[in-house]
């Protein structure tokens, strides 16, 4: 397993390169046209289905195979929705990735003008709330003096999850009960704090590879929920998302995109040890090949560009009034593309 210490360093490394990518990209907005897709995507094994189309110029094939020879395709590397979410509407990026919340809150905002909605999902994979405060079995365990590191506090993927979840446990008007002791913390600086123990973050709501690692490192460390637990089964983590004005002028190329991604999940789950690999190789992964291995073919991680159970997380988040618009299927805030494969 990586030390911590090491886990930290990449990290803050991507950071800054995200940074300057950001900077480059945040420049004057050149007009769009055919031919071109800045796609940008946040760091973690939740985004293979990218990789493996980006290393296999997945992409540029089918642009070719659409009647489109030549595709000029961009890739960025940007940490958190807040960025992703600026550059879209600035017209800097042309495909952005978060998790189903944060896309779900652009399609609210965004109905009748930008009219932004999800192109694909990037796979179904669980995120842990672990702890390894041995006194803390469930979410009503948990106390003031305990603190829960998510990257986001109070508006990501983790705490919307927690939200859903608080407003079953403890009723709708304490949904954000839990957002009192969570503290915005990067995954790698949260998975150290849990692994070395001793600090006042105690709990982490974590995602792949990070829970593995936590695990595998500190017997005290366990589980408390699973975001399936919350969420009913098996439910999209990260999904990619554009505006309607991006898709209307970019007929082919968005067409060759979504293909390229529909191949992609068909290579994952043809040959996920090579799927692994590309991982390590694309993102230059120092993380443990075995390891990669282990989480691309655990069965609880679905890399697939079918949505699972994004329903969910409108109906409830609209009940708790985060959305002010409710969807009545989860093909209102996808685009049409999607909506040959199964979903919900």
């Known amino acids: 397993m990586p030390n911590p210490t090491d886990m930290i360093s990449l990290h803050r490394r991507g950071l800054l390169k995200a940074g300057a990518a950001a900077a480059l990209g945040l420049g004057a907005v050149a007009a ?18 990218l990789d493996v189309v980006r290393d296999r110029k997945l992409i540029e094939k089918h642009a070719k195979a659409l009647g489109v020879p030549v595709v000029e395709v961009e890739w960025s590397s940007i940490s958190g929705a807040t960025a992703m979410n600026e550059a879209l509407l600035a017209g800097s990026l042309d495909i952005v990735s978060a998790g189903v919340p944060p896309m779900l809150t652009m ?104 829970y593995y690692q936590a695990l595998a490192a500190n017997p005290a460390v366990h589980k408390v929920i699973s975001s399936y637990d919350i969420l009913g089964g098996p439910a999209t983590f990260n999904v990619l998302y554009t505006t309607q004005k991006y898709r209307d002028e970019n007929r082919a190329v968005y067409k060759a995109f979504y293909n390229a991604l529909v191949e992609a999940e068909q290579f994952v789950k043809a040959d996920k040890a090579a799927a692994a690999d590309i991982f390590i190789r694309v993102q230059k992964s120092r993380l443990d090949p075995a390891l990669v291995r282990r989480i691309v073919q655990d069965p609880e991680n679905d890399f697939t560009v079918s949505p699972q159970r994004s329903q969910v997380y409108a109906d409830e988040l609209f009940k708790l009034g985060v959305l002010r618009n409710q969807a009545a299927s989860w093909k209102d805030f996808f685009f049409e593309e999607a909506w040959s494969r199964p979903g919900s």
Not at 32 to 49: D, H, K, N
Request: no cysteine; charged share 20%.
């Open 32 to 49: 769009r046209a055919e031919g071109r897709i800045r796609i940008a995507q946040q760091f973690g094994i939740g985004y293979l289905l």
């Open 107 to 210: 399609w609210d905002r965004t109905r009748g003008r930008q009219n932004v909605k999800a192109v694909a999902a990037l796979g179904a994979l669980p995120n842990y709330l672990l702890s390894n405060n041995p006194q803390v079995r469930t979410l009503k365990d948990l106390g003031p003096k305990d603190r829960i590191a998510v990257p986001a506090a109070g508006v990501g993927f983790q705490s919307r999850v927690l939200q859903i979840e608080a407003a079953r446990v403890f009723g709708r008007e304490n949904f954000k009960r839990l957002d009192d002791i969570s503290v915005s913390l990067p995954h790698p600086d949260a998975t150290a704090a849990l692994i070395k123990g001793g600090s006042e973050v105690n709990t982490h709501f974590s995602s792949a590879p990070f």
